[in-house]
């Protein structure tokens, strides 16, 4: 079992930064691939980022690449997400996911066992 928290969403205006976090925890942090999805209201959930167990390999949604940065950090049990460039487009609550089944999770829900509360976003125009 792996159980994950959010924090750090909040409201930001459209060119502005916001940096998401999630604390994991249940085992070994370092052995478990995470992503980051989100989902905006009427929308179905989508992929966003995701990063390999030892961070060397990452992935980012079109939409997003360039402008968000997915990193980790083993020895907080933590993963990171660095949005720069915000649009309204962007606005969505964000989860994190985690999985123990592979050594990268890519960008399919189902790749996901785990997943997190949430944190809303709020990119205003």
């Known amino acids: 079992q792996v159980q994950l928290v959010e924090s750090g969403g909040g409201l930001v205006q459209a060119g502005g930064s916001l940096s998401v976090s999630c604390a994991a925890s249940?085992?070994?942090?370092?052995?478990?691939?995470m992503g980051w999805f989100r989902q905006a209201p009427g929308k179905e959930r989508e992929f966003v980022a995701a990063?390999?167990?030892?961070?060397?390999?990452?992935g980012y949604a079109d939409s997003v690449k360039g402008r968000f940065a997915i990193s980790r950090d083993n020895n907080k049990n933590t993963v990171y997400l660095q949005m720069n460039s915000l649009k309204p487009e962007d606005t969505a609550i964000y989860y994190c996911?985690?999985?123990?089944?592979?050594?990268?999770?890519?960008?399919?829900?189902?790749?996901?066992?785990?997943w997190g509360q949430g944190t809303q976003v709020t990119v205003s125009s």
């Open positions: 990063i390999s167990w030892s961070g060397r390999s990452t």
């Open positions: 249940g085992r070994t942090f370092s052995g478990v691939a």
């Open positions: 996911a985690a999985t123990s089944r592979a050594y990268y999770g890519g960008s399919d829900l189902s790749g996901y066992d785990y």
